[in-house]
């Protein structure tokens, strides 16, 4: 057998591992329905309690307030929905649950992989019963667009929720390290998104660091995917999420390995 056969064995071998754990991941989720609904109660109650607020007080410039405002409650449900999900990771790890998945013929890269791409699926179909949801309040999303915002948000969700599984691996004996950055990083990223409030009247030094801000970008990006426009700021929405998903796949593979070396 050749190098080349063998490299192209092994890539397929771990895709296949990855679908596997992936689906290993899923099987609780589609077999209890209330964990998607019960993810969706915070989204909803911004919606219901937010939004009114927002169409009272600071309305957006073109009167359009769910346009503006779903698709940031929708990232925003991606950040939090995600950035938790590392805390399982950790009591696997914990408990002996993961050490048992090492022993297995599955490759430990897709151990990782596997539990990242699951957030996918959760994700897009939380974001797709809240969009129906809101169209008998005059929510009136682009069908195409749509379409491009969700996968731009399953995106976002494998990027984050790399990043926290990659973070319980490195803190692994320490829950507490855990939820301290989860909770210092979230709430920073969320507020200077601008998916809750405009900053375009904000303080200058609020505004700048915004634009470092890789969410807004993508809040920017799932506005106007919902409003059916393909602007430079959905491209950069893709950027910043793709970066996310690439960079915690690595640091989580990394930190994987160096656990288990």
């Known amino acids: 057998m050749t190098t080349a056969s063998a490299s192209i064995i092994r890539r397929r071998s771990t895709l296949g591992d990855s679908i596997i754990v992936m689906g290993r991941e899923l099987r609780p989720v589609i077999s209890d329905p209330f964990s998607l609904a ?6 909803l109650f911004f919606l219901v309690l937010f939004g009114p607020l927002i169409a009272a007080g600071a309305p957006p410039a073109d009167g359009s307030t769910w346009n503006w405002f779903v698709p940031g409650i929708l990232v925003m449900t991606a950040l ?3 950035a938790g999900t590392g805390s399982n990771l950790q009591f696997d790890l914990q408990n002996g649950s993961h050490e048992r998945l090492l022993v297995t013929p599955l ?5 990782f992989i596997g539990r990242a791409l699951k957030e996918f699926v959760p994700l897009v179909a939380q974001a797709a019963v809240v969009i129906l949801v809101m169209i008998p309040f005059g929510f009136r ?25 990659a973070l319980a691996i490195a803190v692994r004996h320490q ?6 950055v989860h909770q210092t990083v979230l709430f920073p990223l969320m507020i200077l998104s601008g998916m809750l409030l405009p ?8 505004r700048v660091l915004s634009g470092f801000n890789p969410l807004t970008h993508v809040v920017n990006a799932e506005r106007d995917l919902f ?4 602007s430079t700021d959905v491209g950069l929405g893709f950027l910043a999420s793709i970066i996310a998903a690439a960079l915690g796949l690595f640091l989580g593979l990394r930190a994987l390995r160096t656990s288990t070396s």
């Not at 019960?38 to 989204?43: D, E, I, L, R």
């Not at 667009?145 to 494998?158: A, C, D, H, T």
């Not at 409003?227 to 393909?230: C, L, W």
């Open 38 to 43: 019960a993810g969706m109660v915070q989204p």
């Open 80 to 82: 939090f929905g995600t």
């Open 107 to 111: 490759s430990r890269s897709s151990l």
């Open 141 to 165: 999303p682009d069908p195409a667009g749509s379409l491009l915002g969700l996968v731009l948000l399953g995106i976002l969700g494998i990027g984050i929720g790399s990043l926290s599984y």
């Open 175 to 180: 829950d507490w390290v855990f939820w301290t």
């Open 199 to 206: 900053l375009e009247n904000g303080p200058g030094w609020m």
């Open 227 to 230: 409003a059916g426009q393909f």
